[in-house]
Each structure stands twice: as C-alpha cells, then as structure tokens.
C-alpha cells in the first residue's frame, strides 16, 4: 500500500487550491464597496477547504461513522 506523505499530494487538496485561485481572481472584479462583505466572505469559505485538509491530514485522522 502506498502512502501519501503530504497533504500537497492529494487530489482533493490539489483542486481545492485550483477553486482558491479561480475564487480570488473572480472576486477581484467585483465592486470595491463589497470589499469588507461578499468578497471577504467568499475567500474565507474557500480558504477554508485546503486548510482543513491540510489540518486534517496532519492529525493523521480517519474518517469516523
């Protein structure tokens, strides 16, 4: 069985920085009066994906029923 040794290696992890990326370049456009609202908003959700992973793969967990 092969094991992943980073977080960076994961597909999961991988396309969720894809999603950051396209996030940060799609609300750029947006008006600089949403600046402090929508656009803070949408970046700390999406911000949010990979850090938990990375967070999560760190602890070494395993998904829990």
């Known amino acids: ?6 977080y960076k290696e994961l597909k999961v992890w991988t396309k969720s920085m894809d999603l950051v990326e396209s ?3 799609c609300t750029s456009i947006f008006p ?4 402090f609202g929508l656009v803070s908003q949408m970046r700390r959700a999406v911000i949010s994906i ?3 992973i990375a967070e999560g793969f760190g602890r070494k967990s395993k998904k829990r029923i």
């Open 1 to 6: 069985m092969v094991y992943t040794k980073t």
């Open 23 to 25: 996030i940060y370049k």
């Open 50 to 52: 990979p850090s938990n």
């Open 32 to 35: 600089n009066i949403e600046s």
